[in-house]
């Protein structure tokens, strides 16, 4: 069975930090690029970050770049999105999703994603 479970989700205070992971299972994780999306109440979800094979291959959104970063240990089969100087607009539910890695998966994250997780709540707010 696949599974993508996230956590580290909370409330922090404006200008905190909190590190979300995503745990993988079921699948090939050394062959699935991972995006992290957000939801924010009465808004469409957007592609935050996404790696594929490794440092190289990561991707952010303009609104994120400097504060968040994404990487991958394999051998725990896990992603964790460090964010850090958080805002209150970063609130949301966050995802994380994953989908075989090619050239432009980390660069499109509207095309679809094989499989995803249940999300973790973030809170900003003081």
């Known amino acids: 069975e696949v599974q993508l479970v996230e956590s580290g989700g909370g409330l922090v205070q404006p200008g905190g930090s909190l590190r979300l992971s995503c745990a993988a299972s079921?699948?090939?994780?050394?062959?699935?690029?991972i995006g992290w999306f957000r939801q924010a109440p009465g808004k469409e979800r957007e592609g935050v970050s996404c790696?594929?094979?490794?440092?190289?291959?990561?991707s952010y959104a303009d609104s994120v770049k400097g504060r968040f970063t994404i990487s991958r240990d394999n051998a725990k089969n896990t992603v964790y999105l460090q964010m850090n100087s958080l805002k209150p607009e970063d609130t949301a539910v966050y995802y994380c999703?994953?989908?075989?890695?090619?050239?432009?998966?980390?660069?499109?994250?509207?095309?679809?994603?094989?499989?995803w997780g249940q999300g973790t709540q973030v809170t900003v707010s003081s």
């Open positions: 999703a994953a989908d075989p890695i090619h050239p432009s998966r980390c660069s499109d994250y509207s095309a679809p994603w094989d499989y």
């Open positions: 079921g699948f090939t994780f050394d062959d699935y690029a």
């Open positions: 790696i594929d094979s490794g440092a190289d291959g990561t």
